[in-house]
């Protein structure tokens, strides 16, 4: 991924320019600590049949030996599907390149998380997992 200028429309989406947007609040992760932990992301989808469905990655966090529990959810907004294969397709594409920025800046774990939230995705608080019942 390239540097953003200052003065270019904000990969987040919203319309303002980048230096008024999330220059300040990517600047602030990069100097925050990441929490410890082992984490792992799957990418999925989020919504209903009757709404659309948005892509979504889910984190789980090490908890123990082979143990895992859900962390947050991210969701891009932005782009709502007819249905589940299409917006967990995308979610994947989009985990792959921020595996990739990551992997390109050395491993960084601000890197993989810049890249997402260049994508549009953004943290869901109230998010509830729903198991297949087949």
């Known amino acids: 991924m390239g540097k953003i200028g200052r003065n270019s429309p904000c990969p987040c989406g919203s319309g303002e320019k980048y230096k008024r947007c999330c220059e300040k609040k990517e600047a602030e992760m990069k100097r925050r600590e990441l929490p410890s932990g082992r984490f792992r992301y799957e990418p999925g989808s989020y919504g209903s049949p009757k709404r659309g469905y ?70 869901v608080s109230d998010y509830r997992i729903v198991r297949d019942r087949a």
């Open 54 to 123: 948005m892509s979504s990655i889910l984190c789980y966090k090490e908890t123990g030996p082979n143990a895992w529990t859900e962390h947050f959810c991210l969701v891009k907004p932005d782009v709502v599907l007819a249905d589940e294969d299409s917006a967990t397709a995308m979610a994947e594409e989009h985990l792959a390149a921020a595996n990739r920025a990551g992997a390109d800046a050395g491993g960084s774990p601000r890197d993989f998380a810049l890249s997402l939230r260049h994508e549009g995705y953004k943290s």
